[in-house]
């Protein structure tokens, strides 16, 4: 069930409930009765509800996860394309602009051999940087090639998808299925009680699934500037800000192999440890599993920078 049909029958259910109580306050008020019609009906729909939602959560993430993780955004899919070369024909004016300049300097004005020799050096260095803004899809595309090599060599160390090892379809031993099944039991005591188990499996599954879709994402919006972020990395007044995004460009694309890495990792630990530990030990064991594969890539985003020369 898709999560728009949840979300509708939530609300379906909401309105229905609210319909009774006022229906059934007309005629007897604020009964006890009436109360824990509306409290039993509004716990069973939660658990419906919370139920399907973290189901469908959990479902994308084992059938898309190694897939979205392997997967790089096509510099030369159309889209991508055409704004990347968009943003081509903004730059190259100023490529034009400047190389006019500096021929004319030399052609027309006598200025001192040290600035002619330093305008005669920069000039190839203006037309080797025009030259990379050209080819800035293809050289993302070879920057895509060997990081998803990469990846795929990493994963493929495991024999099969080491993430099935985290998140296992096997309710039993699946660390979201564990946090619904409390869910699920304390409803019918307390819903005040319940709802940290619902609201903790939402967040774990949901944050593990929107970091690898926001790599995607924020990747293909690198790749559409990409050309950019070489004019500023080559050109000297802006080389500081371009150093940066062009540092960022690298690290979100190998983000990937420090992904597979942590995976592979994960999965080898609880795979040695699972014989040893109780089931619920097991159980932390794949959670903490679950939050190194959502911390380590934000923390190489922050922590591995200054690696490019300034």
């Known amino acids: 069930m898709s999560s728009g049909r949840v979300f509708c029958r939530a609300l379906v259910a909401v309105a229905v409930v609210s319909a009774l109580v006022h229906l059934a306050s007309?005629?007897?008020?604020?009964?006890?009765a009436v109360k824990v019609l509306m409290d039993f009906l509004l716990r069973k729909d939660?658990?419906?509800?919370?139920?399907?939602?973290?189901?469908?959560?959990m479902d994308l993430c084992q059938r898309y996860f190694l897939f979205l993780l392997i997967v790089n955004p096509d510099p030369l899919d159309p889209?991508?394309?055409?704004i990347t070369k968009y943003v081509m024909a903004i730059l190259e004016p100023v490529f034009v602009l400047a190389l006019l300049?500096?021929?004319?300097y030399l052609i027309f004005f006598s200025g001192s051999p040290d600035i002619r020799s330093k305008i005669k050096a920069w000039i190839p260095g203006v037309i080797a940087a025009m030259v990379l803004v050209m080819m800035s899809p293809h050289i993302m595309n070879v920057l895509f090639y060997l990081s998803r090599t990469l990846c795929s060599s990493v994963v493929?160390?495991?024999?099969?998808?080491?993430?099935?090892?985290?998140?296992?379809?096997?309710?039993?031993?699946?660390?979201i299925s564990y946090f619904m099944a409390k869910f699920q039991g304390l409803t019918w005591y307390s819903s005040e009680a319940a709802a940290p188990f619902l609201f903790l499996?939402?967040?774990?599954?949901?944050?593990?699934?929107?970091?690898i879709v926001a790599r995607y994402i924020i990747l293909s919006f690198f790749v559409m500037i990409f050309p950019l972020t070489i004019f500023l990395y080559l050109f000297l007044p802006t080389r500081e800000i371009g150093r940066r995004i062009m540092e960022q460009t690298i690290v979100w694309t190998f983000l990937q192999v420090i992904e597979a890495t942590a995976?592979?990792?994960?999965?080898?630990?609880?795979?040695?440890?699972s014989a040893y530990l109780a089931a619920d030990i097991l159980v932390l064991l794949q959670v903490g599993g679950i939050l190194v594969l959502i911390v380590v890539p934000i923390a190489a985003v922050f922590y591995v920078r200054d690696f490019l020369p300034g």
């Open 26 to 32: 007309a005629f007897t008020g604020e009964s006890a």
């Open 46 to 57: 939660l658990m419906t509800v919370g139920d399907e939602l973290v189901g469908y959560l």
């Open 79 to 82: 889209i991508i394309l055409g």
């Open 101 to 104: 300049s500096a021929g004319m």
């Open 156 to 175: 493929a160390q495991w024999g099969g998808d080491p993430f099935k090892v985290i998140l296992p379809a096997d309710s039993s031993i699946n660390p």
């Open 201 to 211: 499996a939402l967040l774990i599954i949901g944050a593990l699934f929107t970091v």
């Open 263 to 273: 995976i592979v990792c994960v999965a080898t630990l609880i795979t040695v440890f």
